[in-house]
């Protein structure tokens, strides 16, 4: 019985139902704005920032710095997001300003 009432939970929590930011990431959110520089990529989600522990600033994006080790690879995968349209999972560190960690993106089979 506990099997089956944690696959209920499973299969209503993650069809898309909960999407927004928390702690120190987003999930299930869209990408809605890029913003490029030559020091930064600014990046503004469906999410509510605000709910995050680090700063969005008033632009309320999240920054990917061009000196992050893996740049190329999650630029790439943010503007495919972006895009296409899919949903995307973003963490960011915890204190001062929203620099983007790491980047998750999976397939939706809707």
Same mark, same amino acid.
């Given at each position: 019985?506990?099997? *089956?009432?944690? %696959?209920?939970?499973?299969? *209503?929590?993650?069809?898309n139902?909960?999407?927004?930011?928390v702690?120190?990431?987003c =999930? =299930?959110i869209?990408?809605?704005?890029?913003?490029?520089n030559?020091?930064l990529?600014?990046?503004?989600? @469906?999410g509510d =920032?605000? !709910?995050?522990?680090c700063? @969005?600033?008033? %632009?309320k994006y999240?920054?990917?710095k061009?000196t992050?080790? !893996? *740049?190329?690879?999650i630029?790439?995968?943010?503007l495919a997001a972006h895009? @296409?349209?899919?949903?995307i999972?973003i963490?960011? !560190?915890?204190h001062g300003?929203?620099?983007v960690? !790491?980047?998750?993106?999976?397939?939706?089979?809707?």
């Open positions: 019985m506990k099997c *089956f009432l944690v %696959f209920l939970l499973y299969v *209503f929590c993650s069809n139902l909960y999407a927004d930011c702690k120190y990431y =999930e =299930e869209k990408v809605t704005a890029l913003m490029v030559r020091i990529v600014g990046i503004g989600t @469906s =920032e605000d !709910n995050l522990m700063d @969005s600033n008033k %632009f999240l920054y990917l061009r992050h080790d !893996n *740049f190329d690879a630029y790439s995968l943010v895009v @296409s349209g899919e949903n999972y963490s960011t !560190n915890r300003p929203c620099d960690r !790491n980047v998750i993106s999976t397939i939706s089979h809707d």
